[in-house]
């Protein structure tokens, strides 16, 4: 009876196993890009200014990030040139995780080194995460069905959010255990062992199965394709970060805890968002991506709301469970808009394509990310949280209605 009764059990277990295998080469990469780049900008600056650091000096260490939007002026080379002996986008990441993992092995020795130095070098692992990003992102683009695509965006989400707590929480929390070297060496370890499973992926047998290359009528069409998509990511982006960044600044003067507002981003944050990351497919498959993002930004705007109302009556509590909500339905946002992302990039050059589109996006939120204090300052909380709702509702039905276009086109090409 036992073994009639597991069998069932087994053989679930075992097709689960066999749909999720083909993903750990994505998840495992996404993990490497989340815990390099939440070492280099969000925990390198913690430890720097427990160590004294300025806080002058630690605010440049947000160039660290820079690369991350730059990546359209290099990405064409990766569509153009190969790295020998391997698959076209397998070669190139393996050359910039190389890379990166050498960066780091250098970095270790740089406990007290000038800052300028430590910064220089920093950009330059951001370079080549950066770049091993819109490789993996072009092979997602070439190999994958569209109709599996959303299940990739999952594990990126999933495996970006467990990076950023390893990279952040883990090193960071065993610092002082650590120490500079160790701590770097461990983050260059588990970039090398992530590495691993992408070695043996089959871009060349799968090459293709991305579905035909999107096709316009000559350079000028594809280009005003190309920036209406660009114009309509920047919003979303910018106006996603106006409405929702700046939650934990309010937080904080409303006198909740630095302890607290810590474990909110640090921990709570990236667990969200890999909850939502693993029901997101799910949901898009029984409701359509539209509607959940359109749900999800109705959830966004009520956390808004709530946020507005919760400063003004000056209540902590309420707030924070504003910030909560902004983490919910912001994570179940996070699949549908990188799946369409994919898809817009299906062109002919698809590391250059998603680039742009994504470093657009970056770039675009970019200024507000400076503004929004002297903003939130000028106007007080409660006003800045009200104002700041209609500009992401537009920018939110701006991206539904974007998306709606596209899945009809696709369905009446597939007609």
Same mark, same amino acid.
């Given at each position: 009876m036992?073994?009639a009764?597991?069998?069932?059990?087994?053989?679930?277990?075992?097709?689960?196993?066999?749909?999720?295998?083909?993903?750990?080469?994505?998840?495992?990469?996404?993990?490497?890009?989340?815990?390099?780049?939440?070492?280099l900008?969000?925990?390198?600056p913690l430890?720097?200014?427990?160590?004294?650091?300025?806080l002058?000096?630690?605010?440049?260490l947000?160039?660290?990030?820079?690369?991350?939007?730059?990546t359209?002026?290099?990405?064409?080379?990766?569509d153009?040139?190969?790295?020998?002996? /391997?698959?076209?986008?397998?070669?190139?990441?393996?050359?910039?995780?190389?890379?990166?993992?050498?960066g780091?092995?250098? +970095?270790?020795f740089?406990?007290?080194w000038p800052?300028? /130095?430590l910064?220089?070098?920093?950009i330059?692992i951001?370079?080549?995460?950066?770049?091993?990003?819109i490789?993996?992102?072009? +092979?997602?683009?070439?190999? &994958?069905p569209?109709?599996s695509?959303?299940?990739?965006?999952?594990?990126?989400?999933?495996?970006?959010?467990?990076?950023?707590?390893?990279?952040?929480?883990?090193?960071?929390?065993?610092y002082?255990?650590?120490?500079?070297?160790?701590a &770097?060496l461990?983050?260059?370890?588990?970039d090398l062992?992530?590495l691993l499973?992408?070695?043996?992926y089959?871009?060349?047998?799968?090459?293709?199965?991305g579905?035909?290359?999107?096709r316009?009528?000559?350079?000028?069409?594809?280009?005003?394709?190309?920036?209406?998509?660009?114009? &309509?990511?920047? @919003?979303?982006?910018?106006?996603?970060?106006?409405?929702?960044?700046?939650n934990?600044?309010?937080?904080?003067?409303?006198?909740?805890p630095?302890?607290?507002?810590?474990?909110l981003?640090?921990?709570l944050?990236?667990a969200?968002?890999?909850?939502?990351?693993l029901?997101?497919? @799910?949901?898009?498959?029984?409701?359509?991506?539209?509607?959940?993002?359109?749900?999800?930004?109705?959830?966004?705007l009520?956390?808004?709301?709530?946020?507005?109302?919760?400063?003004?009556a000056q209540?902590?509590g309420?707030?924070?469970?504003?910030?909560?909500?902004n983490?919910?339905c912001?994570g179940?946002?996070?699949?549908?808009?990188?799946?369409?992302?994919?898809?817009?990039?299906?062109g002919?050059?698809?590391?250059?394509?998603?680039?742009?589109?994504?470093?657009?996006?970056?770039f675009?939120a970019?200024p507000?990310?400076?503004a929004?204090?002297?903003?939130?300052?000028?106007?007080?909380?409660?006003a800045y949280?009200?104002?700041?709702m209609p500009l992401?509702?537009?920018?939110?039905a701006?991206?539904?209605?974007?998306?709606?276009?596209?899945?009809?086109?696709?369905?009446?090409a597939?007609?």
């Amino acid at each position: 009876m036992s073994g009639a009764g597991t069998s069932p059990l087994r053989e679930r277990v075992g097709r689960i196993v066999a749909g999720l295998r083909p993903l750990m080469p994505f998840f495992c990469l996404y993990v490497t890009f989340g815990a390099t780049l939440g070492f280099l900008s969000g925990g390198a600056p913690l430890i720097l200014r427990a160590r004294g650091m300025d806080l002058a000096e630690i605010g440049l260490l947000q160039l660290i990030n820079l690369p991350v939007g730059l990546t359209f002026l290099w990405a064409s080379a990766l569509d153009r040139l190969r790295v020998p002996f /391997l698959a076209h986008r397998v070669g190139w990441i393996v050359a910039a995780q190389g890379m990166t993992v050498a960066g780091l092995a250098i +970095l270790s020795f740089g406990a007290s080194w000038p800052l300028e /130095l430590l910064l220089a070098l920093a950009i330059a692992i951001c370079a080549c995460i950066a770049t091993m990003d819109i490789a993996l992102e072009a +092979l997602v683009v070439e190999t &994958v069905p569209a109709e599996s695509r959303s299940f990739v965006a999952s594990a990126k989400l999933c495996g970006a959010s467990l990076g950023g707590m390893l990279g952040v929480g883990v090193l960071i929390g065993a610092y002082d255990l650590l120490g500079w070297r160790l701590a &770097v060496l461990a983050c260059a370890a588990l970039d090398l062992l992530c590495l691993l499973p992408i070695l043996r992926y089959p871009e060349r047998r799968l090459h293709g199965r991305g579905g035909a290359p999107e096709r316009w009528s000559g350079s000028l069409e594809r280009l005003r394709v190309l920036v209406s998509r660009i114009l &309509v990511l920047g @919003a979303y982006f910018a106006m996603t970060y106006l409405l929702s960044g700046p939650n934990t600044l309010a937080l904080l003067d409303l006198g909740v805890p630095l302890s607290r507002v810590g474990f909110l981003t640090g921990s709570l944050l990236p667990a969200v968002n890999l909850v939502m990351a693993l029901l997101a497919p @799910a949901l898009a498959a029984r409701f359509g991506i539209v509607r959940l993002i359109v749900a999800g930004a109705f959830g966004v705007l009520a956390s808004g709301g709530l946020m507005a109302g919760a400063c003004a009556a000056q209540a902590p509590g309420p707030a924070m469970a504003a910030t909560v909500l902004n983490f919910v339905c912001g994570g179940l946002l996070g699949v549908p808009v990188f799946n369409m992302i994919y898809r817009w990039a299906q062109g002919p050059r698809p590391a250059g394509d998603y680039a742009l589109l994504f470093g657009a996006a970056f770039f675009a939120a970019m200024p507000l990310r400076v503004a929004s204090p002297a903003l939130a300052d000028w106007a007080g909380w409660p006003a800045y949280f009200a104002a700041a709702m209609p500009l992401y509702a537009l920018a939110a039905a701006w991206l539904a209605v974007t998306v709606d276009r596209t899945l009809r086109a696709d369905r009446a090409a597939a007609r």
